[in-house]
């Protein structure tokens, strides 16, 4: 018997299942194991606390540790503030999640969303300096998540709150913001509305039209939808509509949940109906919902200047290269079309503002700042159909949001300083 590891090229993991479903029909052939470069990538995890200081005799374990370490602890003590400066607080930030809404594969428990939460601490790390830590919790309660988060704040500058399914995320953040003074930020709303109507303003710039006078359409009224539609409104749009599986959240609507309501009066939406209803005359469909769920016959019906942005991933609402050639601009989540949209573009560069700055808290302004930021950092020169966002490695991104981010919670009160 011989035992061979072949390595092969290919396209998706639908042609590596064909493959082995082929060799194992061989005669005298035996497919033992399959595996790939992501599964590879991930044995051992991705992410590890490292030091930065070492400890290589009696004296700098004596300063690191004891005894000298009881001085630094009882100057802590005696000013709670000294620990922003005397350990690694300042610099760090909690990934929290539950594991009840994980990218495109729902509720998928704790233990699923650990590789993801170590994808973004390592992103956290590589892109903006942060210490983040990956924390999943083994409750779906929300009343339990507030707590872990209230409990286990003390080690951090910071809370990102992720893949937490709506409406539990609504209140979780609501609460921990009032509670907590430090910032607490939900990446699937703040991180995806602020890439959102950065792209959009460039977008807006690229057709020649003001966003006042546009349209919008946003499907999906979960945590991400509800919070795009709101800073969008915010930012200057014309008209804003809110669409969910039952259609406009509308007027008419009587079984909308606290947090719908609340959207509906802030975007003073006066239509109802469905999709095709929402969708017909609009400038901007922004999609951040599920896969195939914009008919190119309704697409159609908008009007130009066209901008789509699809966003589901990675299967989006519509094919992006059936929607090209009747858009103006499209944009998607995937990193293989034009135009990613992407929270990496926001939330390193977020937490790196409000770390430096000190904040104490998040606003709407702060939102508000790190959009316009991130859509300067495309200029007029380089700005085109095509491109709309920059790069997630565009060295630019991260010090040009942080910089607008901390001078905007600096202006508005909410630094410790």
Known sequence: MHVRDVTVDLPDEASAARLASVLQSVDGIDVRSISDAAFRLHEGGKVEVRGRISVKNKEDLSLVYTPAVARVSSAIASDPAKAWALTARGNSVAIVSNGTAVLGLGDIGPLGALPVMEGKALLFRDLAGISAFPLVIGARAPREVIETCVHIAPSFGGINLEDIAAPSCFEIERELRGRLDIPVFHDDQHGTAIVVLAGLRNAAAVVGMAMADMRVVVLGSGAAGIATARLLKRAGAGQVALVDRKGIVGPGRADLPPDKLAALRELGTTQDGSLAVAVAGAHAFIGLSGPNLLPLAVLRTMARPRIVFAMANPIPEIDPFIAGPECDIVATGRSDHPNQANNVLAFPGVF????????????????????????????????????????????????????????CARRSGVTRT
């Open 352 to 407: 790196r503002g409000l770390l430096d700055s000190g904040a104490r808290s998040v606003t709407d302004d702060v939102d508000l700042a790190a959009a316009d930021a991130l859509a300067g950092v495309v200029t007029p020169d380089l700005r085109s159909a095509e491109c709309i966002l920059p790069s997630p490695f565009d060295p630019h991104v991260v010090p040009a949001v942080a910089k607008a981010v901390a001078e």
